[in-house]
């Protein structure tokens, strides 16, 4: 019976899949001049944003990663991040550098630690719960001084959002994940004698630019998904707003200055949109962690962060 049910799930994602791409299809033969634009738009942001700040961070951390100079460098606080958040050292310097690069860099450090050998496959989906999140200078900047116009202060905005993510980290810690279980370890992809030589560097870096093409491809796809969406959408222009941020958030962010919502809900869907991080993000996360690393983690995680911020968010606005 599971079986049978698995099989029309996959049969139904198939047909949806199908049905997408048929649709884009037909979108960009129909329309290409709005396909044209949203196809900008999407490199664009690809190009002078994501290349040029995620790339370098990338290549070192891929260094980094693969050679035990991280155990080394958080040695000393291993065991406040042991106690406290149930980290290894690997563990700790993803959600360091995670709460700091944002979006989707904290499940690219997580995959390639488990891939390298570094954590367990446990720790590592433990660590998809609360160290993929949007960036401070993406809060600060876009979504405060651009979204939000710069009336709301940027403590509360930023504290909302990591106390949220906490308070998922928390949970996710004491109900799933198991610190007594048998840990799984993957077996490094690179060998030792590469450590030391040329051999890591290229690793490292066509690694990161096979990673970057991807993000790149996504955003690309649901830049268009979205102009399709806003092409064909005849229902109050709000509803529409609200779905172009669950699909992809910069697109949704900058909708709601259009919405004409009142500014308390416009702060609400903000925050809540930015916790969530839209499906394209989603789709980023998951071409970045590979096949042994499951999404669930990250997806159930971020549906719960969305309703705790809208919760922390109705408490004290």
């Keep these: 019976m599971l079986g049978f049910y698995f099989n029309n799930e996959v049969k139904m994602k198939k047909k949806i899949i199908l049905l997408s791409v048929i649709l884009l299809l037909l979108f960009l033969l129909c329309y290409p001049a709005e396909a044209l634009a949203a196809a900008r738009n999407g490199l664009k942001l690809w190009l002078e944003t994501l290349l040029p700040t995620l790339l370098p961070f990338m290549i070192l951390t891929g260094i980094l990663v693969h050679t035990d100079w991280i155990t080394k460098i958080l040695q000393p606080t291993a065991p406040f991040f042991k106690v406290v958040f149930g980290l290894s050292p690997g563990g700790a310097y993803v959600f360091l550098l995670g709460l700091l690069t944002g979006y989707p860099m904290g499940a690219k450090?997580?995959?390639?630690?488990?891939?390298?050998?570094?954590?367990?496959?446990?720790?590592?989906?433990?660590l998809l719960t609360f160290c993929n999140n949007p960036s401070p200078a993406?809060?600060?900047?876009?979504?405060g001084h651009i979204c939000l116009e710069g009336k709301l202060h940027i403590g509360f905005l930023v504290g909302i959002l990591f106390l949220s993510d906490m308070i998922c980290m928390c949970f996710f810690r004491f109900t799933f994940y198991r610190k007594n279980s048998l840990l799984s370890f993957c077996t490094p992809?690179?060998?030792?004698?590469?450590?030391?030589?040329?051999g890591?560097?290229?690793?490292?870096?066509?690694?990161?630019?096979?990673?970057?093409?991807?993000?790149g491809?996504?955003?690309?796809?649901?830049?268009?998904?979205?102009?399709?969406?806003?092409?064909?959408?005849?229902?109050?222009?709000?509803?529409?707003?609200?779905?172009?941020?669950?699909i992809e958030v910069t697109t949704g962010l900058h909708g709601l200055l259009l919405s004409g919502f009142s500014y308390s809900l416009r702060v609400l869907l903000a925050l809540c949109m930015s916790a969530f991080g839209g499906f394209c993000i989603m789709a980023q996360t998951k071409s970045v962690l590979g096949k042994e690393l499951s999404l669930h983690p990250y997806a159930s995680a971020k549906c719960m962060n969305a309703a705790v911020t809208a919760a922390l968010i109705l408490i004290f606005l």
């Design 109 to 126: 450090l997580t995959a390639d630690l488990y891939y390298a050998g570094k954590i367990s496959r446990q720790e590592a989906e433990y």
């Design 200 to 215: 890591l560097l290229d690793f490292v870096i066509m690694n990161s630019f096979e990673t970057m093409a991807k993000l």
């Design 217 to 246: 491809g996504y955003i690309l796809m649901f830049s268009i998904l979205s102009a399709a969406i806003s092409h064909f959408w005849y229902l109050p222009a709000q509803g529409k707003y609200i779905l172009l941020g669950l």
């Design 138 to 143: 993406f809060l600060i900047t876009y979504v």
């Design 189 to 198: 992809k690179i060998s030792e004698q590469e450590y030391t030589s040329a």
